[in-house]
């Protein structure tokens, strides 16, 4: 949620949006947290936990649920197993499948092969999980026009909700996560999580490679949904949403006009 003051001010004319940091990130960190509680299956009953909650503080039977890049791969899972919850899906820099080895880092590396020299990599240099994230920066793959993370930790700092030591969990958050999360949910949406009962909608940024966009795509045109609709902004990679927050907001508003608040289940598919 430290971005969130950069982008949801228009988008809180349209909607109630509320941000939750998932277990030991951000403001739900805590340093004392046992990495065994980590998995796809314990972020997924938080989840709940936090619908829950909204439903009957808001007497809705039903929300939207906006996911972003690891947030859009749990929106996917909780959207298939919860539909009797979910009025629709939003997927912004959707997962599809970032199992080691996968074909996102094929893609990748080929994307970062054809790139040494305007990188600046030494024709021996290896490319790889120490460098992978710092040179899809570089490239403009996370931030289009940026070539490192300081936009976001600028953001971060400034963020109304959180005191510095929540900006400095952030990055300790994400470390912890990274070397413990248990994924023992499906990986591979492509082949496993593509037939929903609810609207679904992806939001993509052209210049993605953190979660390409020609997977996000290939997802997309796989998926099975009473609605559907794709968005791929220009002049946008992995955080469109923070990028282009105008725009975001009028996609949503739309998507909202389109499909109504609870849209029905019987609508007929739409592409």
Not at 49 to 66: E, T, Y
Not at 76 to 103: E, H
């Amino acid at each position: 949620m430290y971005l969130a003051h950069d982008f949801q001010r228009e988008l809180e004319k349209h909607f109630v949006v509320v941000h939750w940091d998932q277990r030991a990130s951000g403001k739900s960190f805590k340093a004392d947290t046992d990495p065994g509680r980590l998995s796809t299956s314990s972020l997924l009953s938080d989840t709940d936990v936090v619908v829950d909650f909204l439903r009957d503080q808001f007497k809705a039977d039903r929300l939207w649920i906006v996911g972003h890049s690891h947030g859009a791969y749990l929106g996917v899972l909780y959207a298939r197993r919860n539909d009797q919850k979910v009025c629709a899906l939003v997927g912004i820099g959707q997962v599809t499948n970032d199992a080691s080895g996968g074909p996102v880092a094929a893609l990748q590396k080929r994307f970062l092969e054809n790139r040494r020299e305007e990188l600046g990599l030494e024709p021996g240099a290896v490319i790889d999980a120490s460098n992978l994230e710092n040179l899809l920066f570089k490239s403009g793959s996370e931030l289009y026009g940026e070539t490192s993370f300081a936009p976001l930790l600028v953001s971060g700092l400034m963020a109304p909700e959180y005191s510095l030591s929540d900006s400095l969990n952030v990055a300790k958050g994400s470390s912890l996560s990274s070397k413990n999360m248990r994924y023992d949910m499906p990986r591979d949406l492509l082949t496993n999580e593509w037939k929903f009962n609810i609207p679904v909608a992806l939001i993509m940024g052209v210049h993605d490679m953190v979660t390409p966009t020609e997977l996000a795509r290939e997802y997309f045109d796989r998926i099975e949904a009473p609605l559907k609709a794709w968005y791929q902004f220009e002049e946008a990679a992995h955080f469109p949403h923070f990028e282009k927050p105008e725009r975001f907001a009028v996609t949503m508003s739309e998507l909202k006009a389109t499909w109504g608040d609870c849209p029905s289940m019987a609508a007929g598919r739409a592409n």
